[in-house]
């Protein structure tokens, strides 16, 4: 196994060599569009081979660190190989099933109800909010509803096709 371990410090040691190599270069605008295509294409093929490779590796450590400890926390496993892996095991979490009516609950457990579920609220602006925002003719409701909003752009995403 060992083997297989230089090879791949090897392997990762020629990919970190050509992630520079390919930041430099665009830096410096030697790539075209097509070799940045090509560069990411490849590159998104190496990591969904890697992430290939490493989800029965993370089934595995998941499954030792359960073993080690099943209570919630961090557990540390250690390679003599040098790194060490950290796996942590989360808290069991409550929840309301989506099926429950909460209103026949509430008639269940009258005043109670509050001692067991907290009730939150939420606002979102409404499909279409631009245009209702627009063609609102009160200057003051329409700055008021403005105040309350922030506008955030998104970022374009970047997706590799075959």
């Known amino acids: 196994m060992d083997q297989r371990i230089r090879d791949l410090k090897k392997l990762t040691l020629v990919i970190e060599a050509m992630v520079e190599a390919v930041a430099a270069d665009l830096q410096d605008g030697f790539l075209t569009q097509d070799d940045q295509v090509a560069i990411g294409h490849l590159l998104v093929s190496i990591g969904k081979n890697a992430d290939k490779a490493l989800d029965p590796i993370k089934k595995s450590l998941r499954e030792m660190a359960v073993q080690q400890q099943s209570k919630p926390g961090n557990v540390y496993l250690d390679s003599t190989h040098g790194p060490t892996c950290m796996v942590v095991i989360p808290k069991a979490s409550v929840k309301v099933r989506k099926e429950t009516d909460m209103e026949v609950l509430k008639g269940i457990l009258g005043t109670r109800f509050e001692a067991f579920f907290e009730t939150l609220t939420s606002y979102k602006p409404r499909p279409e909010f631009e245009n209702r925002t627009a063609a609102c ?19 374009p995403r970047v997706s590799f096709k075959e």
């Open 137 to 155: 003719t009160d200057q003051t409701e329409r700055q008021a509803v403005l105040d309350a909003v922030k506008v955030e752009e998104g970022t």
